[in-house]
């Protein structure tokens, strides 16, 4: 065998111990120490993770709702305007009269595919056209308001209803009605009136609503 041939057989046999050195020999073995380390996390490492359970979970959980009543904890407007008293308001009850919660019920019954609203401003119903001064038109029904209000579920105005009782036979409330009617068809909008004394079922509060031109 010549001398290039040894050295041949040489360089293989290097090579060969060299791959099983980094193969079997060179990764070092875990001891049992390290072992058990790493099979039992830290306090620390659990802690963490309980912590990241509790901010996830807080997540989760819907936002707490605020209720407010008058408490010590409760701000008066005397934080925030030095020159005011107390706030003399007193909790209007009941928000509606008893007939127009008879009536309410009633159209809620005989109207399941309208939406109705009770104690609506006149100004959230009516706007005024671009070209006339805003403030002086709106001045003119910004106090008044509405019985009820029926829309279709996407929003679009129906009619108005109003229950009269006999302080509608007034001078004032004539002529407030009047100023309300008016402004109401000006904008093409129905209003239908009812007697608290003659409110209707709900087969008429259905005819009603389809003369107004609503498909039942």
């Not at 057989?9 to 980094?22: D, E, K, S």
């Not at 407010?68 to 005011?84: I, V």
């Not at 006999?166 to 129905?190: F, M, N, Q």
Request: proline letters at 6%.
């Amino acid at each position: 065998m010549s001398d290039l041939q040894l050295l041949l057989l040489g360089l293989g046999l290097l090579v060969i111990l060299a791959l099983w050195l980094v193969l079997y020999v060179w990764p070092p073995r875990e001891s049992a120490q390290s072992r058990a380390t790493s099979a039992a996390p830290s306090s620390s490492s659990s802690s963490s993770k309980r912590a990241s359970w509790k901010t996830v979970a807080a997540v989760r959980q819907p936002p707490e709702t605020q209720i407010k009543f008058k408490s010590a904890q409760t701000p008066t407007a005397k934080q925030f305007w030095t020159d005011s008293e107390d706030w003399p308001f007193v909790a209007i009850n009941p928000v509606i009269t008893p007939p127009e919660q008879i009536l309410y019920r009633r159209l809620l019954e005989a109207l399941p595919e309208c939406m109705v609203l009770a104690q609506v401003q006149l100004s959230r119903v009516l706007g005024v056209q671009d070209g006339h001064p805003f403030h002086v038109w709106n001045n003119r029904i910004s106090r008044m308001s509405l019985d009820f209000v029926v829309c279709r579920w996407n929003g679009r105005l129906v009619a108005v209803i109003e229950l009269d009782d006999r302080s509608h036979e007034r001078a004032d409330r004539i002529e407030a009605d009047a100023k309300k009617d008016a402004a109401l068809a000006a904008a093409g909008v129905p209003i239908i009136r009812w007697k608290v004394h003659a409110m209707p079922d709900h087969a008429q509060i259905r005819h009603a609503i389809r003369a107004c031109g609503m498909e039942m």
